[in-house]
C-alpha cells in the first residue's frame, strides 16, 4: 500500500503549531510583546525617517532618545513593553508536554516512513537571518540595566543577545524583523539609546567568506600541497587534512594527535610540535592553545591554524622559541558545532549533544519538568540540542546564580546535565591533566571583544598571583598594538565581560593547576562580531600571534 507522505507531514505540521501556541505560554515570543507595546503602554510609534540610514554615510548612526520622546514616568507600577513574565511552569506547559509527546511519535513514524536520512534533512534546514538586525544598546542607568536584564531573562525566542547586559557596558542583541519596530520602541519608552551594527544579517553572512572554486584548489595542492589558505574560512575536514598533511611532510617535527571524539563520532585532533627533549634530556615546557570551543567563533580556529603554520612551515624562523618550548595546537574543539554552522546555523554557539534522558534527576522539579518539555519539543525545533563547552569544565560548574550559565537546555549557556558531559571537554581535561606537569601556558581563543581575559571568571576575586599573570599579559597585549594599533583591555572576565562558570580557563589554573591561564577574545568590537570578514583573518592572526610569541617567551624561562 503507498504511503501519502505529504499528508502524514500535513498531519505532523499541524500538530507543530498545535504545539508552538502552547509553547508559547512557557518561551515568550513576539506575540507576547506586541499588545503591550501598542496598547496598554501607549508606547510611541517611531517618526517617520528617524531610523533610516542617510546614504552615503560613513558612520553607523547612534539613536538618542531626544529628552522631549521620553514619557512621564509617574506611574511606575505599569508593566514594561517588553513582559517581565519569567519561566515559571504552568499546567500550560503540563498540557504542552502531552503535545510533544504525541508529536515525538509522529516524528518516529515520519522517520520509519520516509526514512533518517530525509528525516533528518527535513529538519537540518539553513537558518536564514534575511532582516535580522544587530542591535548595540547604551544604558545609562541602573534601571535601564534592569530592563534589559529583565528583557534577557524572558529569553524571547526573536532575540538573541550575543553580550550580556551590564553596567557601563554595551549589550549586542539579534533581534528578528518582526519584532524590531516594537524593541525600537521599547527603547525609545525606557530612554534607552542604541544603534543598529548590522542591519541585515544573512548579507553579512553571505558575504563573510569567499567561496574557492575546485580549480583554485588544485592550484592549491599543486603549488603549496594543502588547500588551507588564510583569506577564507574552511570546513573541519579540510583542516583536518591541513593537520595530517603537516605530520606527513614534517614527521620530526609535528605529531598529530587525536585526543577523543565528539559527540557525533567525528575525531578531536590536536597537533603537537616539538624538536624533543631539552639539552638535558628533559620535556620542554609546553603551551596549550584551543580554539573553536564556540561553533560560530571563526576566527579563532583560523587564528589556530595560522599560528600552526607560522610554526611548522616557517619553523627555520622560530628556532628559538621551539628549542625552549613544545606546542599543543587543539584548532577545533568543538567539531560538531564548527560543521553546523556551515551546514545548517551560522550562529550556533554551542555542542551538537542530545542528552534525553540522561538529564540529572536531582535538580529542581521545575528544571525536571522544563527539561521534559525542552526534550519533547527538540523533534520539530531542533534548538535545545548542545552544552556550551565553555560552562562545562569541572571547576564551580553550574553555579547559575550570577554565574553566567544556565540549567535549560535551551539557552546558548546550559552548563550541561553535569561537569564534562560533553566528550570534547573531556577529552581535552583529560590530555591536559595527562600532562600538566609539562603545561606552563594554556590559552584558549574566543571572539569577539579585543580583551585578554585572567582568572577568576567565576568570582569577582582575583588569583593571589593575578599581578603577575597581569603585568605578563600586559606586554603581550602591547605586541599585539605594534602590528596594527589593535588595543586589547585587560582583566578578569568577571570585570570586563560577566561572571563565568564552570570556564575552561578557570579550570585549567584551579583544578590542573596551569600558573599562566587566559582567554584571548579576538576581534572586532562589535562592528561584525561573530562575523568577522574572512579579509581580516590574516591582520587579526598576525598580531594574536605577536601577542603570544611575546608571552610564550615569558613564561618559558625569558628567551
Avoid at 243 to 267: C, D, H, M, R, W
Avoid at 414 to 434: N, V
Wanted: with cysteine.
Amino acid at each position: 500500500m503507498a504511503i501519502d507522505v505529504e499528508s502524514v507531514m500535513s498531519i505532523v505540521l499541524g500538530l507543530s503549531i498545535i504545539i508552538t501556541s502552547n509553547r508559547t505560554a512557557a518561551r515568550p515570543q513576539r506575540g507576547d510583546f506586541e499588545l503591550p507595546v501598542q496598547q496598554s503602554l501607549n508606547c510611541s510609534a517611531l517618526e517617520k525617517g528617524v531610523w533610516s540610514l542617510e546614504k552615503g554615510s560613513q558612520e553607523i548612526p547612534r539613536y538618542t532618545v531626544a529628552e522631549d520622546t521620553v514619557p512621564n514616568r509617574t506611574n511606575e507600577s505599569a508593566a514594561p513593553c517588553f513582559g517581565n513574565a519569567g519561566r515559571g511552569f504552568s499546567i500550560v506547559e503540563i498540557f504542552e508536554s502531552m503535545f510533544s509527546a504525541v508529536a515525538n511519535g509522529i516524528g518516529s513514524i515520519v522517520t520509519s516512513i520516509i526514512g533518517p536520512e530525509k528525516a533528518a534533512k527535513s529538519k537540518s534546514r539553513r537558518v536564514n537571518y534575511k532582516n535580522h538586525q544587530l542591535i548595540r544598546l547604551f544604558p545609562s542607568t541602573e534601571g535601564q540595566v534592569n530592563e534589559v536584564k529583565d528583557l534577557s531573562d524572558t529569553e524571547p525566542e526573536d532575540i538573541k543577545f550575543w553580550t550580556q547586559p551590564m553596567f557601563n557596558k554595551t549589550t549586542d542583541m539579534v533581534v528578528a524583523p518582526g519584532l524590531i519596530p516594537e524593541l525600537k520602541a521599547f527603547l525609545r519608552d525606557r530612554g534607552i539609546d542604541f544603534k543598529v551594527l548590522i542591519p541585515d544579517l544573512q548579507k553579512t553572512i553571505a558575504h563573510q567568506n569567499p567561496t574557492m572554486s575546485k580549480e583554485q584548489r588544485e592550484d592549491l595542492v599543486t603549488t603549496q600541497g594543502h588547500t588551507m589558505t588564510w583569506k577564507r574560512y574552511h570546513r573541519y575536514r579540510e583542516i583536518v587534512r591541513y593537520l595530517e598533511y603537516l605530520a606527513f611532510k614534517y614527521s620530526k617535527l609535528v605529531e598529530l594527535i587525536t585526543i577523543g571524539s565528539s559527540y557525533n563520532g567525528q575525531p578531536i585532533k590536536m597537533l603537537k610540535i616539538s624538536t624533543g627533549p631539552n639539552k638535558e634530556g628533559k620535556a620542554k615546557p609546553a603551551i596549550w592553545i584551543d580554539a573553536g570551543m564556540h561553533a560560530r567563533e571563526w576566527i579563532g580556529s583560523a587564528v589556530a591554524t595560522y599560528i600552526i603554520s607560522q610554526l611548522v612551515e616557517k619553523n627555520a624562523s622560530y628556532a628559538k622559541l621551539l628549542d625552549n618550548a613544545d606546542w599543543m595546537i587543539l584548532p577545533v574543539a568543538n567539531p560538531d558545532g564548527y560543521e553546523f554552522t556551515h551546514t545548517s546555523d551560522r550562529l550556533w554557539r554551542k555542542t551538537r549533544s542530545n542528552h534525553g534522558e540522561n538529564q540529572d534527576d536531582s535538580r529542581s522539579f521545575h528544571s525536571s519538568l522544563l527539561q521534559l518539555v525542552n526534550r519533547y519539543a527538540r523533534w520539530f525545533w531542533g534548538n535545545c540540542e548542545g552544552v556550551d563547552p565553555n560552562r562545562n569544565f569541572g571547576y564551580h560548574w553550574g553555579e547559575v546564580e550570577d554565574g553566567g550559565a544556565s540549567l535549560d537546555p535551551c539557552h546558548e549557556i546550559y552548563a550541561g546535565p553535569h561537569a564534562f558531559s560533553e566528550p570534547e571537554t573531556k577529552a581535552m581535561a583529560d590530555y591536559i591533566l595527562a600532562n600538566k606537569q609539562n603545561i606552563r601556558m594554556y590559552l584558549t581563543l574566543h571572539s569577539y571583544s579585543q580583551m585578554w581575559l585572567v582568572p577568576w571568571g567565576y568570582t569577582y576575586s582575583k588569583p593571589s598571583d593575578y599581578s603577575e599573570l597581569a603585568n605578563a599579559a600586559r606586554k603581550a597585549i602591547n605586541a599585539i598594538s605594534k602590528v596594527h594599533g589593535t588595543s586589547y583591555q585587560l582583566g578578569p572576565s568577571a570585570d570586563l565581560l560577566y561572571p563565568t562558570s564552570g570556564a575552561s580557563d578557570d579550570w585549567a589554573k584551579g583544578v590542573a593547576g596551569i600558573k599562566y591561564a587566559y582567554t584571548l577574545e579576538l576581534r572586532d568590537r562589535g562592528t561584525y562580531g561573530f562575523l568577522l570578514p574572512a579579509t581580516q583573518i590574516v591582520p587579526t592572526a598576525r598580531e594574536t600571534w605577536a601577542g603570544i610569541k611575546t608571552i610564550a617567551r615569558l613564561v618559558t624561562c625569558n628567551t
